[in-house]
């Protein structure tokens, strides 16, 4: 009995042996393997010069564009947004009277509409109704 048990534990370190050199064997292509794409990584490449590399525009830089008409001032776009303490919210920003919001001036502020002016023309931007629908005012 003692012959037995002697005999499956030389089978089983056999079998262990012989796992451990073909995984030896396995790793060292694996290695090989690597070792060549080390190889070609490490290889000198061409790249832009400095020169070049000055040249090239930000991509993370944002671009204003303004668009002229043909009579060459600015066709820019104003979203009233808000009114509120004689204060009006124009395009994300707040502004008083008199403020300068772009080429214009804020003249007025009432309670649904501001006027904006310049030299050569006057904008009212209203108020539209209903274009916040998370803001509820109940007046009691």
């Not at 525009?57 to 008409?69: A, E, G, M, Q, Y």
């Not at 274009?131 to 109940?138: C, D, E, P, W």
């Amino acid at each position: 009995m003692g012959d037995e048990i002697s005999m499956k534990n030389r089978v089983l370190f056999f079998i262990l042996m012989l796992c451990s050199v073909s995984l030896a064997n396995n790793s060292q292509a694996e290695m090989e393997h690597y070792d060549q794409l080390f190889s070609a990584i490490n290889e000198q490449r061409k790249g832009l010069s400095e020169s070049e590399l000055k040249s090239l525009s930000d991509p993370f830089l944002k671009i204003k564009t303004t668009n002229r008409d043909n009579n060459g001032s600015l066709d820019e776009t104003f979203d009233l947004q808000a009114i509120f303490n004689n204060k009006a919210k124009i395009n994300g920003k707040w502004y008083q009277a008199k403020d300068n919001v772009g080429e214009y001036e804020l003249a007025s502020i009432k309670s649904k509409s501001v006027t904006l002016i310049n030299k050569d023309e006057k904008i009212d931007l209203n108020l539209t109704k209903g274009a916040n629908k998370n803001v509820v005012i109940k007046i009691k």
